[in-house]
């Protein structure tokens, strides 16, 4: 078992920044690829941002620009950095390690106001 704990959650205003974090304790041999994602009232959970073993990142079209995901694997975290937020980007952030199988975190609220 893998168990994730998120935090870095909170109130920002508009054009401000976050940074959360996600850290991996447990049975962890090796974690491949490591993502963040969130859900906004009355949305699906969509992702975020993805980074691989080897470090290759990705991003979703409307945090590009803006979001930066890092991972410290000595530490088994994921981190994301989140500048000029906007009120968009209100939304539960949910932390997804794969391993073996795939594990999530219990989710963080970012509430941006503008």
């Known amino acids: 078992q893998v168990q994730l704990v998120e935090s870095g959650g909170g109130w920002v205003q508009a054009g401000g920044s976050l940074r959360l974090s996600c850290a991996a304790s447990g049975s962890i041999l090796r974690i491949n690829d490591m993502e963040w994602y969130r859900q906004a009232p009355g949305k699906q959970r969509e992702l975020v941002a993805t980074?691989?073993?080897?470090?290759?990142?990705n991003y979703a079209d409307p945090v590009k620009g803006r979001f930066t995901i890092s991972r410290n694997d000595a530490k088994n975290t994921v981190f994301l950095q989140m500048n000029n937020v906007k009120p968009e980007d209100t939304a539960v952030y949910y932390c997804?390690?794969?391993?073996?199988?795939?594990?999530w975190g219990q989710g963080t609220q970012v509430t941006v106001s503008s």
């Open positions: 980074i691989t073993s080897r470090g290759w990142t």
């Open positions: 997804s390690v794969v391993v073996t199988y795939r594990y």
